[in-house]
């Protein structure tokens, strides 16, 4: 079982994007479950959201624990919160900001995990980009796709297309793309 | 019209000049003047064998109603009914009254039940059965008034009849906001310094029912059963949520004697303290004049409730009432 | 057809596949997906001759379905929680009248303090309403247990009241088997009423009965939850036949039968606790699990059918009756006792209040515990005692020491120091 915990704020997308991994997953044959942290919906509030990805049906509801993947939509919070709480150090860590680990001052974090599970994206300047909108979360699914190889791009753009009308779908699915390439970009580098 | 040959006693010649203002014992008019009350082909929605008090004129306004609902449209009616006098008197178990479908589900929600109703008969393609929710003016303006401002404003096919003899009879004469102010009740008694209800602002539910705009408003009196009948046939004519409130006078609450529910009901009316109108999606269409005015006292004075009212000292709260009548008559423009 | 979506929606297609006539709806978190989809479903003519309204509040919600399902609509709405209060008087009523009115509680804990999220406080609080109270663990028996639901209180008239967890089933997005439309109509055949307010025959619902009747009346009822029990395990089976699953029932048992330690709860928390149980076994512990889907009626017999072999019951439960302890766990002992005797250690956890999240780690502590026979027969499961006890010791030294929650909520730090009241 793949799991994944993404942190964010309220209004970035957090929901939807654990929502689009699960149907992703699904729609690749895989038992997936997803849900939100139920917190406080307001704009801006921290907000968490749950994915589970599995060959075998999912019984558990707790929420994640100790996430193979831990997404962070909005590096601000790292002031806000512990966000690394269980975190698997063998697992993935996907961070939207322009800067290095090391810039971000969470390198003593960062430095446990093995070489290329740790990277950083401009995942809101391009998602501004690509949807006109500061929402970060399809960037980042792209950029998950290409890190963890647990789902297909094809996957996730059934799964936005699925969930929003064309005229959001497709610039979403170039944002994807996008995060997707800028990874496989950077995976190539090292 | 036509007067009928006059009976010789002095006792039938009352009944004669009552007849004249078109009260209840009309069947010694001429044929079309008539009410159908006064037929033998009247519809029984309520057949004898209920339990209501002597000279009750919540189960008169019930009758009335009713029966006109069911000839309108051709015993087509379904009856939801608040808790209260009328439901406990008309079915004490294992017996009923109601010669048609009737429900009393809960004392605040008779609206809700109601608007229920007329949805399934909405999604079962049923344009001809109507409905009719019915309570006393505790259930209506003060327990049950969220639930008939929702059905007010969904606008749905239900018309709401208010039995308005102003307190909670059935609980042993309590206060509700329809309670007149001054009026002695079991938790508003005649002592201290403010005796009886107090003048508050009043929840008047016609001119609260005229704000939600609905097709159809009016107010009846039970003394009055042409008009009466008159206004359930007009609001059976509209589709969509429509309000009639019947003044109903209550022996037991009012301290009135039995036989003067009639004479109370029209002297209500006639002194201004009981406005009879209609409404038409929220404006006033029509409005009964008064035909013999008569002074507040000789309301007040046939009611126990209002004792202390006629006494000197009380005098500041006769004027109140006056004042009341008054602003009534200018208001509805009832002279 | 197999669909990935949230509970609420799922709930929302499986009760549209039930073909209601009328369906009132109030918001309330965290039902509110549920109505709102069925909105969408009647509005666009996906769902047809149905009367769908937006009521303005829980009790017209319940006394407007009182009215429909009178009048012989197959009606259903959906609440939780404060709603539930809200519209107690005519919850009572529905049962009373003997409406088959199908309900969803998406349950949810009871204020003060207002919290949102899930426990079973909502139902609990209507235990002794008259309503059958079914309780699922996934969100596909959520949707089987509903299209059930319908069959079984117009069998009975009686209304049925299905629980599911509140945000963690209605919100979890995960995989549903939604059946086809013949399928439900084979399983589901139209709405025959046993009353109805009918002008071609009228008669008069809801009269006044006095000591002479009224026992006889109340009895009945609880005969009537009585010929659930069959009913409700005859139509579990006749589902699995149609749809081709196991769904619904009395009870659900994950090697409660062979097992020393047994765990009784209702709703989503089975799913977790089969998860430990499945690594426990592997352990070799003794382990297994009992899960009640039927709360009311309360289904005695097949509860001890299924610990007769048990040492230890653990039972799991998430609301209590202050002053008392646990609900489910009282109600366990006293049907146990008359057919096990006193011989099994029944003990009580208190869990998943509020929304506390109810993780294996801690489940794994209890049964540890257990398995050491070191278990309290009363435990709140992961309560905070140092917060409590400066709570304690505050209204000790201080007459006015203020809001209890503010105070602890100061304490955990949720609140700043510098906004005391």
């Given at each position: 079982?793949?799991?994944i915990?993404?942190?964010g ?61 831990l ?92 969930k ?13 793309t996008?995060?997707?390439?800028f ?8 | ?5 006059q ?8 009944k ?41 004129g ?25 808790t ?23 004392f ?42 929702g059905?007010?404003?969904r ?61 159809y ?78 002074p507040?006292?000789?309301?007040l ?35 | 057809?197999?669909?990935q979506?949230?509970?609420?929606i ?9 073909r ?8 309330i ?44 609509a ?55 309403a ?10 596909q ?86 010929e ?31 097992a ?39 289904p005695?017999?097949?509860i ?22 646990g ?18 250690i029944?003990?009580?956890v ?13 489940l ?5 515990s ?8 009363e ?43």
């Amino acid at each position: 079982m793949f799991q994944i915990r993404i942190h964010g704020r309220g209004g970035q997308g957090v929901v939807s994007a654990s929502e689009l991994l699960s149907v992703a997953a699904f729609s690749e044959g895989k038992f997936s479950q997803s849900f939100p942290s139920f917190g406080s919906e307001r704009m801006g509030a921290p907000v968490q959201a749950f994915a589970r990805i599995s060959d075998s049906n999912i019984t558990i509801r707790e929420p994640v624990m100790e996430p193979d993947m831990l997404i962070i939509q909005d590096p601000t919070l790292f002031q806000a919160i512990n966000v690394f709480d269980g975190a698997k150090f063998d697992g993935y860590l996907l961070i939207n900001s322009s800067k290095t680990p090391e810039e971000l001052g969470i390198d003593d974090v960062t430095s446990q995990y093995p070489n290329n599970h740790v990277m950083t994206l401009p995942a809101t300047e391009l998602a501004l980009k690509y949807i006109k909108q500061p929402k970060p979360n399809t960037v980042l699914l792209g950029a998950f796709a290409a890190l963890s190889n647990t789902i297909k791009i094809p996957a996730l753009e059934d799964a936005i297309r699925g969930k929003f009308p064309k005229k959001i779908a497709e610039p979403n699915i170039a944002a994807t793309t996008a995060g997707y390439n800028f990874i496989i970009k950077q995976l190539e580098n090292t | 019209m036509t007067k009928k040959e006059q009976p010789a006693t002095d006792e039938q010649m009352i009944k004669f000049y009552q007849t004249g203002t078109f009260t209840v014992g009309n069947r010694l008019l001429d044929e079309e003047f008539r009410t159908v009350q006064a037929t033998s082909e009247r519809s029984n929605s309520i057949d004898s064998g209920h339990r209501a008090c002597q000279g009750c004129g919540q189960a008169l306004g019930a009758r009335y109603a009713l029966d006109t609902a069911m000839r309108v449209t051709d015993n087509k009616i379904i009856a939801a009914n608040a808790t209260g006098c009328l439901e406990v008197f008309t079915t004490p178990y294992p017996e009923t009254a109601w010669s048609i479908p009737w429900i009393h589900s809960l004392f605040g929600n008779v609206a809700s039940v109601a608007s229920g109703i007329a949805a399934t008969l909405k999604a079962k393609g049923d344009t001809t059965t109507r409905v009719i929710a019915q309570g006393g003016d505790g259930g209506t303006t003060d327990i049950g008034f969220a639930c008939l401002s929702g059905m007010f404003d969904r606008n749905d096919d239900v018309l709401y009849i208010c039995y308005d003899n102003g307190g909670y009879m059935n609980t042993g004469v309590q206060r509700s906001s329809a309670t007149p102010g001054g009026a002695r009740t079991s938790t508003s008694m005649p002592v201290g310094e403010h005796p009886g209800s107090s003048f508050t602002t009043g929840k008047f539910l016609p001119a609260i029912a005229m704000a939600h705009e609905i097709p159809y408003v009016a107010t009846a009196s039970v003394h009055d059963l042409h008009d009466l009948e008159r206004k359930i046939e007009k609001a059976m004519s509209f589709r969509g949520a429509r309000y009639i409130q019947i003044n109903v006078p209550c022996p037991l609450g009012w301290g009135s004697e039995p036989a003067k529910t009639i004479k109370l009901a029209r002297i209500g009316v006639e002194s201004g303290l009981v406005p009879l109108f209609e409404a038409e999606h929220g404006d006033l269409t029509n409005s009964t004049k008064i035909r013999y005015q008569v002074p507040v006292e000789e309301y007040l004075q046939l009611q126990r409730r209002f004792a202390h009212i006629l006494k000197p000292a009380n005098v500041d709260q006769l004027e109140t009432i006056r004042a009341i009548a008054e602003k009534n008559i200018k208001r509805y423009q009832l002279l | 057809m197999l669909y990935q979506m949230s509970g609420s929606i799922a709930v929302a297609k499986a009760i549209a596949l039930c073909r209601p006539d009328v369906v009132p709806c109030y918001p309330i978190t965290p039902q509110t997906h549920i109505v709102e989809h069925l909105s969408v479903l009647v509005k666009s003519g996906q769902l047809e001759n149905c009367t769908y309204e937006n009521v303005e509040s829980e009790f017209a919600s319940m006394s407007f379905c009182i009215g429909s399902s009178a009048a012989g609509a197959r009606t259903y709405t959906a609440t939780a929680s404060q709603g539930l209060l809200y519209m107690m008087e005519a919850v009572y009523n529905a049962s009373g009248l003997g409406l088959p009115i199908v309900m969803t509680l998406g349950n949810r804990a009871i204020g003060a303090p207002i919290n949102i999220w899930n426990d079973h406080s909502d139902a609990m609080s209507v235990r002794d309403a008259g309503w059958i109270q079914l309780f699922v663990e996934s969100n596909q028996q959520a949707v089987d247990v509903h299209i059930q639901a319908f069959k079984l209180a117009e069998a009975l008239s009686i209304p049925v009241m299905v629980n599911m967890d509140g945000f963690i089933l209605t919100h979890a997005i995960t995989r549903v088997d939604l059946p086809e439309q013949e399928q439900v109509d084979q399983f589901l055949p139209p709405f025959v009423p046993r009353q109805k307010l009918d002008t071609e025959a009228p008669l008069s619902i809801g009269a006044m009965v006095g000591p002479d009747a009224f026992t006889e009346v109340r009895y009945l009822a609880h005969h009537r939850q009585k010929e659930a029990l069959a009913i409700i395990e005859q139509q579990a089976k006749e589902f699995a036949k149609i749809f081709g699953r196991d769904s619904g029932g009395l009870v659900k048992s994950y090697f409660s039968e062979d097992a020393d330690i047994v765990l009784v709860a209702m709703g989503s928390v089975i799913g977790t606790m089969q998860d430990l149980v499945n690594d426990l076994r592997n352990e070799g512990y003794s382990v297994g699990i009992l899960s009640l889907r039927s709360f009311r009626p309360f289904p005695a017999n097949a509860i001890c059918n299924a610990l007769k072999n048990a040492k230890q019951v653990i039972v799991f439960e998430k609301s209590f009756a202050v002053g008392m302890g646990g609900i489910l766990a009282s109600e366990i002992h006293m049907a146990t006792q008359r057919f096990v005797g006193d011989k099994l250690i029944i003990k009580s956890v208190i869990g998943g209040l509020g929304g506390r999240t109810i993780t294996k780690k801690s489940l794994r502590k209890l049964i540890d515990s257990a398995n050491k026979n070191e278990l309290d027969d009363e435990v709140f499961m992961d309560l905070d005692g140092t917060t409590v006890v400066r709570e304690l010791k505050r209204q000790q030294e201080e007459q006015s020491s203020g809001p209890v929650a503010e105070n602890i909520l100061r304490d955990i730090g949720v609140v700043s120091a510098s906004k005391t009241h």
